[in-house]
């Protein structure tokens, strides 16, 4: 007799009960007439066959994906993503910081870029390039308009705690004006009278009206318990220029530099003690490359999620990523020939400087240089500014007008088709003839006049950049074309203020300007400003155009002004100083990964393009719409 253990007899059993559950499960679908249970599916596989078992298990797959769909698009349909704190944004900028100093920001764009994150001033420039109360909660302008109140926000805090004042304010201004400081902006504050009311107002007192002076209260203010001790004249040679202490959103972290001192990258954390906006990034980290391609390059090799300027000829080499954002501003700029009529007599003619002015065609640059990324332009105010005058006088490529002008002041076309006049030269006699006359014993030769044929030729100069390079070999064609020697000599840009700007040194120069948001044309244009640091290239000088500069600048009323800008710009249309070619847009091109970016179209300063970084994030999550709370997106 066979033995078996109480275990084998309860295996046995339970084997038993297996198949008596299988074979219920076997008329329960065999009848067609029941629906398994949930307890008997676990049998399936035993009963079906596998063609069958198979096409089960992919109704299963098809019927929990699409649960699983349908879950998460009604989840999306009720939830909004939103900005989630955390993470940072790195930038690659070209050159090197100097002086993060609200006080010496003008000749570096890198310095605008990192001081713009780190400081405040008593106002703003919005999306909209309109001045808004910054550290100021508000501002009054006396009714002769020459006193303005600034009653500034209560427990603003410096990024290393001390309470924000008016004395910060009035030690900001007072240090500007220090000529020892030798700040660019010493002019502009010159005058300024400082009265500090009480510690939350401030009054600043100015000789007569002046219309674009909010502008100027957009500059940073400093915190005088920090620089209070450092002299006047040191100011651009401590520390505090490179580890700064602002009220801004962003404070100094750490730096980094090379093996040779440069500084390779700058990193700022924000600024948890903010008064406005809290960031939604940890940290804002800029890197710095020696020029634009190695800055593209970083791009190309995500070491960089950002570059603060990518020129148009350069954007191809970047059509294969397909993770980046390119964003357009239009900046208050352009680009224009300056005449200097002193350095070349034919230029005094204003016959020469109309046919010169026809005979470019700025169409083409546009289209050829800019990649058709900026627009047209006949005068110095812009599109979207005070004072624009789109029915000023224009000058249309036209070559056949270009001759008729040049013919009808007197000049003659030469057998190569140069343009020449005749003028009577007085002539020396040589040493020869002067030697034959003693050998034949006749009377010294004397002075003779004769006529000689003298060329329209002109000296054009430009930066030696690929943009302003391409513009001026395309106005020096056309120029050609027209009859004119043009000779173009492009200057390095580390030597076009030494050797261009401050010696007046061409006869035509191909040159871009920013003019700000407020049309204040006078540094530009009038007769006091032709010598350096004078900013009027052209050495214009017109005594109708200088009052209406000096009178537009001292009337606050939008209407007057504008009415007094576009005089101005006829006498400029007339006179024609300058060819005024084209208004470029400014490329800013970032990772998809950031988001919150503002495409905003127009901005008075390349750094404006932080205006709302606050609200940059790298992080998201989402909620339940029911959950959502009205924020406020844009400053």
């Given amino acids: 007799m066979r033995y078996h253990s109480p275990q084998a007899w309860r295996n046995r059993g339970a084997g038993d009960a297996h198949k008596k559950i299988e074979k219920k499960l076997v008329y329960s679908v065999a009848s067609g007439k029941k629906i398994p249970s949930v307890k008997q599916l676990k049998y399936i596989g035993r009963v079906l066959p596998p063609l069958q078992m198979w096409i089960l298990r992919v109704v299963a797959v098809i019927l929990v994906a699409n649960i699983v769909f349908l879950g998460w698009k009604y989840y999306q349909a009720n939830t909004n993503e939103i900005a989630k704190v955390g993470g940072g944004y790195t930038e690659a900028l070209v050159g090197s910081p100097q002086y993060i100093n609200p006080l010496f920001l003008q000749n570096n764009d890198v310095d605008r870029d990192v001081a713009k994150l780190i400081y405040s001033g008593l106002t703003k420039y919005d999306n909209n390039r309109v001045i808004v109360p910054d550290l100021a909660e508000k501002y009054e302008l006396s009714s002769d308009g020459k006193t303005y109140t600034f009653y500034l926000k209560k427990d603003v805090k410096w990024q290393d705690g001390e309470p924000f004042t008016s004395s910060d304010v009035a030690f900001t201004i007072a240090r500007i004006q220090d000529p020892a400081t030798k700040s660019p902006l010493y002019l502009s504050f010159r005058d300024v009278k400082i009265n500090k009311v009480d510690d939350t107002t401030i009054q600043l007192g100015l000789p007569k009206p002046f219309a674009p002076?909010?502008?100027?209260?957009?500059?940073?203010?400093?915190?005088?318990?920090?620089?209070?001790?450092?002299?006047s004249e040191n100011f651009s040679n401590v520390p505090q220029n490179l580890k700064p202490v602002g009220t801004g959103a962003w404070k100094f972290k750490t730096l980094q530099k090379s093996g040779q001192g440069d500084i390779r990258s700058y990193t700022l954390e924000k600024n948890e003690g903010f008064y406005g906006q809290k960031p939604y990034l940890n940290t804002v980290t800029f890197k710095f490359y020696p020029d634009v391609d190695s800055a593209v390059q970083a791009l190309k090799n995500r070491k960089v999620d950002g570059i603060s300027f990518l020129p148009r000829d350069l954007r191809s080499t970047l059509e294969k990523e397909t993770d980046l954002v390119y964003y357009t501003f239009n900046l208050p700029q352009y680009t224009s020939i300056f005449f200097n009529q002193a350095a070349n007599a034919d230029l005094k003619s204003k016959a020469v400087r109309q046919a010169l002015a026809l005979s470019i065609d700025k169409d083409r640059i546009v289209?050829?240089?800019?990649?058709?990324?900026?627009?047209?332009?006949?005068?110095p105010i812009l599109k979207g500014f005070l004072g624009y005058y789109e029915e000023v006088k224009k000058y249309p490529f036209d070559l056949s007008k270009a001759g008729d002008l040049l013919q009808a002041a007197g000049w003659k076309k030469d057998t190569d088709g140069s343009w020449f006049t005749e003028e009577n030269v007085t002539v020396s006699p040589t040493d020869e003839e002067k030697a034959a006359a003693v050998k034949d014993k006749k009377d010294p030769p004397k002075d003779r006049v004769e006529k000689q044929k003298h060329v329209l030729r002109i000296v054009l100069v430009t930066v030696n950049q690929p943009e302003s390079a391409k513009a001026a070999q395309i106005v020096k064609e056309g120029w050609e074309a027209a009859g004119v020697k043009v000779e173009l000599r492009l200057v390095d840009p580390s030597r076009v203020k030494p050797e261009v700007i401050d010696t007046r040194d061409y006869h035509a120069f191909l040159y871009g300007e920013i003019i700000g948001s407020d049309p204040d044309l006078y540094p530009f244009w009038h007769s006091t400003q032709a010598r350096p640091p004078g900013l009027n290239l052209a050495i214009f000088s017109n005594p109708d155009a200088d009052k209406l500069l000096v009178d537009a600048r001292?009337?606050?009323d939008p209407d007057k002004r504008a009415q007094m800008y576009k005089k101005f710009q006829d006498i400029l249309a007339e006179e024609v100083p300058a060819v005024f070619l084209y208004n470029p847009n400014y490329n800013y091109v970032v990772s998809k990964k950031v988001h919150g970016i503002t495409d905003q179209k127009h901005i008075v300063d390349p750094s404006d393009r932080f205006n709302d970084i606050s609200y940059w994030h790298v992080k998201t999550r989402r909620i339940w719409k029911s959950e959502e709370t009205p924020v406020e997106t844009s400053k």
């Fill in 554 to 556: 001292q009337i606050a």
């Fill in 213 to 231: 002076f909010l502008d100027l209260t957009t500059i940073g203010i400093l915190p005088q318990h920090v620089w209070a001790d450092v002299a």
């Fill in 367 to 379: 289209r050829e240089v800019l990649n058709n990324e900026g627009e047209v332009i006949g005068a």
